[in-house]
Antibody, heavy 120, light 109 residues
């Protein structure tokens, strides 16, 4: 079945780095744009970043521009989120999601999420 | 990238209908027919209920319907059931980005 599985979350100090991974299965990964969406504890959803099916175009939320970087390895069916200069306000569950609409923001499915906690 | 505006909470009794609104601008909701709605139960990942304003993915009950007028999109749930109690989020495409609403907590009385 179509599945996304995130990993790489954990507790990290402010200013440090972390890399999240999202492994896709059950569909042709290199046919789809992919996104990262996060949810701070007790808060709503926030779109973070997106990448085209071939990695040629990337877009970011203003809140993460210059610090977070999205990438993909289509040979490994894997999406990444490199997180640098982490801040306390980056604490959230990070979800990866497939864009069913071709880059129009129709997300299906979502992974189960991985928790990132930024704390000293 | 301002968030779309949703009511914080709505409620209804089993069997009733409720509508959740999602207000944006001409740069997002009003400018594209790319509004989606997601249902999220506590501790779970979101699940798409409506895409492209009014389309239902396979497996989603036809009690769920979506519409749009101007800069405001709406999700209507008819014949409320206990399992519909959840948080609901709208989202819209906006040039090369996606913006979400703040979320609405639906309580089934």
């Amino acid at each position: 079945q179509v599945q996304l599985v995130e990993s790489g979350g954990g507790v990290v100090q402010p200013g440090r780095s972390l890399r999240l991974s999202c492994v896709a299965s059950g569909f042709t990964f290199n046919n789809y744009a992919m996104h990262w969406v996060r949810q701070a504890p007790g808060k709503g959803l926030e779109w973070v970043a997106a990448i085209w099916y071939d990695g040629s175009n990337k877009n970011y939320a203003d809140s993460v521009k210059g610090r977070l970087s999205i990438s993909r390895d289509n040979s490994k069916n894997t999406l990444y989120l490199q997180m640098n200069s982490l801040r306390v306000e980056d604490t959230a569950v990070y979800y990866c999601a497939r864009d069913r609409g071709g880059y129009t923001g129709w997300f299906d499915p979502w992974g189960q999420g991985t928790l990132v906690t930024v704390s000293s | 990238q301002s968030a779309l505006t949703q009511p914080a909470s709505v409620s209804g009794s089993p069997g009733q209908s409720i509508t959740i609104s999602c207000t944006g601008t001409s740069s997002d909701v009003g400018g594209y027919n790319y509004v989606s709605w997601y249902q999220q139960h506590p501790g779970k990942a979101p699940k798409v209920m409506i895409y492209e304003v009014s389309n239902r993915p396979p497996g989603v009950a036809n009690r769920f319907s979506g519409s749009k007028s101007g800069n405001t999109a709406s999700l209507t749930i008819s014949g409320l059931q206990a399992e519909d109690e959840a948080d609901y989020y709208c989202s819209s495409y906006t040039y090369n980005n996606t913006v979400f609403g703040g979320g609405t907590k639906l309580t089934v009385l």
